[in-house]
């Protein structure tokens, strides 16, 4: 299982995970699940390397495996040594430049990009249809694409992470855009960004900040106003809890009900070992928050993940998940310890498989973490839960709390209105009104990020697609004989609006022809 | 006459001087004016610190001098000291945040801040009839806003100066707007940009990048385009050489043939005494090419302030400075040498005043200069002087030199094409016609970066007011009484697009208010 947990547990959580523990930072009073703030970056350390061993039943995609020497810092003129950053390219449908083929280029998130690109079906399904080239760059300081030539260099300290942000990211696509066109005399080649999650803020942002380089950007799940007070900072949470209550109000009481449970067997003579056999754990719990927060991570992923067919993106799990977890819970016969309904819940998370004998916890401390960073510097995004509304212990915010956090275990101080200043905060969509263009803004709303991103359309241009029923990022994941309707139809109008992007770039080639 | 270069000689002009001399970077066969790199280098040195003593019969303006904390590194978290930066700021006819008062900002650019308000009046006399803020915020790495404290700190070799470039004062600006808006409860207070040559460039470009910030830009005389191979490299040369020969094509003629008798004469022996003498140096010149230098300086400066009415901008100069120096060069007495024409006339540039008894060059060789090094690092303009059409001597561009004397002299490498990755390049207008908004790109003809700037209009709000006897950015200058009609005009039409900016975001504010 530890195993099972270090490859498939997904590099996509880490944006889930981490901002899901961030109300742990060391609060001063910290609620039952945040006591214990530095477990929940221990818990999350052991993804911060990327170690890829292919698709676990996705379908693999053909690639060619490329190296680009990247300045570290785009932004100013420091004598730092370049980095290699890898992206795959597949230029097998690619119409070429005299035809203006269009590049499909996937703005790659805090993870090996190969992973990516075995969960990015969307984008190789439409390639042959657009005769379209497609790149999936790294993002710096993940999988291969690793400064100071290693891991172990580029992890090294708060020095070596300091060029570890999103504006860094960004300028390393536009250079790599820049330079393979060049290379191709693809010039006059449009340019189509597609992102998930962070990959779908960066892929916003890149259209905003670089309209010269790419006509339109498919933002899937990207909670780009999880800033600041941008939105209420219970959103994140009280999405989970009603992706649980919609299914079962029951199941939501019993989930509820337990965190107390918990906390009370945990300061028990024995307690600790009694939980630890009760939820099966390899070694004796070191504390109740640990399992607290274990649980905590699992409904937050089963959120995300709640397809409506079996996958595999996040962790194997059953066709929506929430509805199998709330089964087990609701099922047990009666007189089933609380306890015991968890286990049984939380096991179709953790056990989809069946195969997991005892399930390890990371004791890795201080263990470092890409994301970790990018949420102790820029990534700062406010997470509440509400007492009222929430299915999780009630916690209230507290930036100072987070900051000596990163202080301490990261030797950074968090700016936490830069990324409303470099991207647009309160001002967003109104800029976005009478500026920007060509922007699809998708969402599920089970999905607990999707409370943080566009859900109404902002222009004619800058739209939202909103399912219902989706979950993080659906609308990139390849096509399956399980599709429901409105996500085949979610599909179809982001086909739509790219074509149309498409289109009014090759008339307006044409015109210029013409004259 | 030493001090008065020094002080009067002004900071935009750097843009121009580097810019000009630039082809000069030991290039591998160099032209006669080329031939001495290092001078011309060495003759912008003094420039690079800012020594601002108040306006020189400018009109003076009310201010209050701040200062702001502002982050030397934006884009990574590199452990560095926070720097002041100073802004001037006016909030006299401000209508305050209750009204939504607008706030006028200019960018500044790479010289002192005072000097800059003291030389952009037309934001000061707009103000009250908007009832506008006025701040004028100081370049990073110019005048007082020194990083690590001092100027001899900042500018004490490559690495302190690695943060002096574009995009780092860029968000030096919006970080400030962010918290001043802030700290007056105005966030929903209009930000217009102003900016002037350099300073016009980024006006543009903030308003590019961060939309969110400011609803418009005024970008007088802003060369967006004079990188990679945008506009032909001789523009600049061309436009400066076209000034003269509207004026006389016998004084053109005359400075055309100057460069091979100067260089004759330099050869001789005790040539290089007599060609000091005849231009009044105070100390002997210690080479041809330095001469020639001062003289390619002057009619340039000469280009870029060829306004209708006197004025001491960058230097002390009668209207039409041009028609001046051409008047003296072709009305000498018949016999006069053309040395002696091309003294006279240059005089009208060097001491219009009268009151210098000998000229004085420069003879730090390695003067630590600011727009040297942004020119070292991105703004890379490629120049050439044209054999045909230019009167200066034939030049071509050369990168590899530049790099070169780059390397040798900053140790830096350039980045020819990052600021059109970063800003946009060949796609720059065309992205604008469908993606930004309400910008004016101002401009006159007569000044030699007009060639560099964008002058039709882009789409309905990103418009070109270009006026056929305009030089470099004389829209921003005070209104005089001895203002043409013209120049009133497109005054008035600037006036007119602000408006219709700010009346757009205040009806939107409206609608939004209403609902």
């Known amino acids: 299982m530890a195993n099972f947990l270090r490859t498939t547990l997904s590099f996509l959580i880490l944006l889930s995970v981490l901002s899901f523990f961030q109300p742990t ?35 693999s995609y053909r690639y060619e495996t490329r190296y680009f020497d990247q300045n570290l810092d785009h932004f100013s003129f420091s004598d730092l040594p370049k980095f290699r950053q890898r992206y795959l390219i597949n230029t097998q449908h690619w119409a070429g430049p005299d035809q203006l083929g269009p590049i499909f ?68 696509f536009a250079v790599l855009i820049t330079e393979l066109k060049r290379n191709l005399s693809a010039q006059a080649c449009p340019v189509v960004l597609f992102g998930g999650s962070y ?46 209550r919609r299914e079962s109000v029951s199941c939501f009481n019993t989930i509820k009900d337990s965190w107390d449970v918990i906390e009370s067997e945990g300061q028990k003579i024995n307690g600790l070992s009694y939980l630890s056999e009760t939820f099966r754990f390899c070694k004796k719990l070191k504390s109740a928050d640990d399992l607290s927060n274990w649980l905590s991570s699992a409904y937050s992923y089963l959120a995300m993940g709640d397809y409506p067919y079996p996958a595999d993106f996040l962790m194997p799990m059953p066709g929506n998940p929430i509805k199998e977890v709330c089964r087990k819970i609701d099922n047990c016969p009666n007189g089933t310890s609380i306890l015991q309904r968890i286990f049984e819940g939380v096991s179709v998370y953790y056990n989809y498989t069946g195969t997991v004998d005892c399930f390890d916890l990371d004791d890795d401390p201080h263990g470092m973490n890409g994301w970790n960073w990018q949420a102790c510097t820029e990534m700062v995004m406010p997470m509440s839960s509400s007492k009222k509304s929430s299915m999780f212990p009630a916690y209230d915010y507290n930036y100072t709390s987070d900051e000596e956090w990163c202080l301490e275990n990261y030797h950074v101080k968090p700016r936490p209105t830069w990324i409303t200043t470099e991207f647009g905060g309160h001002g967003f969509k109104n800029a976005l009104k009478t500026f920007g263009s060509n922007i699809i803004f998708s969402n599920g709303l089970l999905d607990p990020w999707s409370g943080g991103s566009v859900l109404e359309d902002i222009s004619e ?8 029923k989706g979950a993080h990022h659906l609308d990139l994941r390849p096509a399956t004989a399980e599709d429901p309707d409105w996500l085949i139809e979610q599909r179809a109008a982001e086909v739509k609006l790219i074509q149309g992007w498409l289109d009014e770039y090759f008339d307006r080639k044409r015109a210029v022809f013409d004259m």
């Not at 993804?47 to 676990?56: D, E």
């Not at 007070?229 to 009603?242: A, H, K």
Request: hydrophobic residues 40%; aromatic residues 14%.
């Open 199 to 244: 990959g779908g803020m960066l892929a916003a942002w890149m259209r905003l900040k670089y309209p010269h380089i790419a006509i339109g950007a498919l933002a899937s799940s990207a909670p780009v106003l999880q800033f600041e007070d941008l939105v209420p900072p219970e959103t994140f949470y009280d999405i989970v809890s009603n992706d649980f």
């Open 25 to 59: 930072l060391s609060s001063p009073r910290p609620s039952r699940l945040h006591r214990s703030p530095k477990h929940a970056h221990r818990f999350l350390g052991k993804f911060s390397r990327s170690n890829y061993t292919g698709p676990l039943g996705a379908p």
């Open 461 to 468: 241009t800058i739209v939202a697609l909103v399912t219902e």
């Open 105 to 172: 280029f996937y703005c790659g998130n805090e993870g090996d990009i190969e992973w990516f690109a075995a969960n990015t079906g969307f984008v190789w399904e439409l390639a042959p249809r657009f005769r379209a080239m497609i790149i999936f760059p790294e993002h710096r300081y993940y999988g291969e694409s690793m400064p100071y030539g290693s891991w172990e260099e580029a992890y090294k300290n708060a020095t070596t992470l300091a060029h570890l942000t999103a504006e860094q990211a960004l300028a390393d």
